[in-house]
Structure formats: C-alpha cells, structure tokens
C-alpha cells in the first residue's frame, strides 16, 4: 500500500505542470520597441556630448600640446622652433633646478596641509558645538576662502613689512624680538610665512567638509562611547576620526594636488625669493615660458609636475584601498 502512495506521488510530481507558458516577445514587438530604443540612445549621447566636448577643450586638448610642445625648442613670441624629441626632458630631469624647485614644492604643500588640516579639524569641531554667534562664526570663517588672492597677499604683505609692518611691532613691543623681522626677506622666514599664509588662505575648504561631515554622525555613537567610560579624546580618536576619515582621504587629495599647482600666493608674497629659496615649480614654468621665452622647457617642466602627481595620486588612493579593505 505504502510502494502504491509512493508510485502515485512520484508519478503526480513527474507530470509536466500545467501553469502558464512564459511571455515572449514576438518578431513584431521588438521591430516597433527597437525605434524608440534608438532614440532613447541618440538622446542621451546628445545631452552628453556637450560636456563632453567642454571637458576636451579644457582638459584634453591642453594636455595633448603641452606633451606636444614639451618635444619642440619653441621661442614664445613667435611659437616657433624646431623638433628636440626627449632632449628637453634630458635637460630638465639633469638639472639641479628641477630637483631643488621639487624639494621646494614639496615642502610647501606638506607644510601647509598639515595646518589646513589641524587648523581646519579643529574649527569645524567648534563650531559644530552649540556656541554663542555659532551662525555668524560659520560665516565669517569662509571670509580668507572667498578673499581674492591679491587683497589677500597686499594685506599680508603689509603685515609683514620689516619696517612699518605691525607684526614686527607687536613682537618688539612685548619683547619677543630687539630689532624688525624680515618676514619675507631670508629663510626660513620667507618659507614659513607662506606656508602660513596659504593655510590661513585655504583652510575654510577644509572646514566646510569636515562640518558638513559632522552634523551626519549619529548622537548615538556617542552616547555609547560616553556609556563606556570614553573621555573628550577617546570620543574623538574612537568615533569622530573613523568616521571622518573618508572625507578627510578626498580632501586630502583635492588640497594636495591644488596646493602643489598653487601660483599666484606664492609669486605675489615672494615671487620665488630670496635666491629661489621659495621657488616652486608652478614658477618655474612661469619663468621659463615669459621670462627666457622658453616654451619647450616651460612645457616640459609642466609635464613632469604632472607626471609627479600622478606618481602620488596612485601611492595615495593604493594606500587609502589598502587600509579600507
């Protein structure tokens, strides 16, 4: 009776089932769906081809003659000159200047992330507590960021100033020094007032991130890490630093690669000087191309600030996977 039960069961579950066949499509639907695919498609390439074509006219193209001219011995009035192939990138890679202007470059955009990033942490934790004029205070520390670079750099210059310079002043007044610095004039003074100057300039941006940042992290991680006995540090290294810390790898980058480009600051407050003691590279393509009238060089030297920032942008985000994963 048992083996019968069993026979049916195998033979009920072995019969096809009599749901509903799957839905196709015939040859007829898909010719009339086809069309509107296609224009769905020619629509989107439409909408993107004109950002495309901006980001080629402002990104590809002066890529592709900067490489281009870095091969040439042009003379910038004229745009003339003739084919060297590598021999610029041999000249430039074998001079001492190149290496000395990188060693510059370096320092400066180490020294001055550095405080932006002190500077600009410790800001936004401030004024993310509940502080009297929080408001006003959130406003008046975008003021450095919006300040033109000129106003910026005449106002500090003055500052500066060895002989009416207020800051000199200050210092002799309270008796810090006996004589006027010159602030500008000798190393390291020249190095480490713009590197404090372009910190001062630029640490806003790293304010507007890390606050917007920090009104996201849950109250609760908190109350949690108050419960376990966590103090202010312990709050801050265990729960608001992890979760800045993605926020912190993009700006780290985007000022890294900003501030080693950085022109205009440091030609306005020291133009390079004393003795290129602050010459970066940014200047010296400056130099080359309207000072000596040297475009291949000027291109070349270009190339190769690239060529450095690409070489720290793929260590950078390596690293960055590595500890995230």
């Given amino acids: 009776m ?13 019969q ?5 066949p799957p839905m196709t499509i015939s040859a007829s639907q ?13 629509l989107g390439v439409a909408l993107i081809a004109p950002t495309v074509l ?7 193209y002066p890529l592709v003659s900067a490489i281009y001219l870095s091969l040439f011995s042009i003379y910038t009035p004229t745009l003339k000159g003739s084919w ?23 320092i400066w955009t180490v020294g001055t992330l550095l405080l932006q990033i002190v500077f600009g942490v410790a800001m ?19 003021f450095p960021y919006f300040l033109s670079t000129v106003v910026a750099v005449l106002i500090w210059r003055w500052l500066f100033n060895d002989l009416y310079g207020i800051l000199s002043h200050l210092l002799i007044q309270l008796g810090v020094v006996d004589m006027p610095v010159d602030w500008l004039g000798k190393m390291p003074n020249a190095m480490e007032s713009i590197i404090f100057v372009g ?4 640490f806003p941006f790293v304010v507007i991130a890390v606050l917007a940042r920090l009104q996201t992290i849950p109250e609760q991680l908190y109350e949690a890490a108050t419960i ?35 022109f205009d600051l440091i030609y306005l407050l020291t133009g390079g000087g004393p003795v290129n003691s602050t010459r970066t590279l940014p200047l010296i393509v400056y130099q080359q191309a309207f000072g000596l009238n040297q475009m291949g060089i000027a291109a070349t030297y270009a190339v190769a600030m690239m060529l450095v920032m690409l070489a720290f942008m793929l260590i950078y985000l390596y690293r960055a996977r590595r500890q995230a994963a």
């Fill in 54 to 60: 901006i980001l080629c006219a402002v990104i590809v």
């Fill in 84 to 106: 060297v192939g590598l021999d610029n990138y041999v000249q430039v890679f074998g001079s001492s200047g190149f290496w000395n202007a990188l060693g510059t470059t370096v």
């Fill in 2 to 14: 048992t083996c019968r039960r069993a026979e049916a069961a195998s033979a009920a579950f072995d």
């Fill in 124 to 142: 936004a934790l401030l004024l993310n507590q509940n502080i009297l004029f929080r408001s006003l205070a959130r406003s008046l520390v975008l």
């Fill in 16 to 20: 096809p089932s009599h749901s509903e």
């Fill in 199 to 202: 910190a001062w300039k630029f």
């Fill in 30 to 42: 898909h010719q009339t769906r086809n069309p509107l695919e296609r224009r769905y498609a020619l």
């Fill in 228 to 262: 376990d006995g966590a103090g202010v540090f312990g709050r801050f290294f265990d729960v608001t630093l992890p979760q800045l810390k993605d926020v912190l790898t993009i700006v780290i980058l985007l000022r890294t690669i900003w501030d080693f480009k950085e």
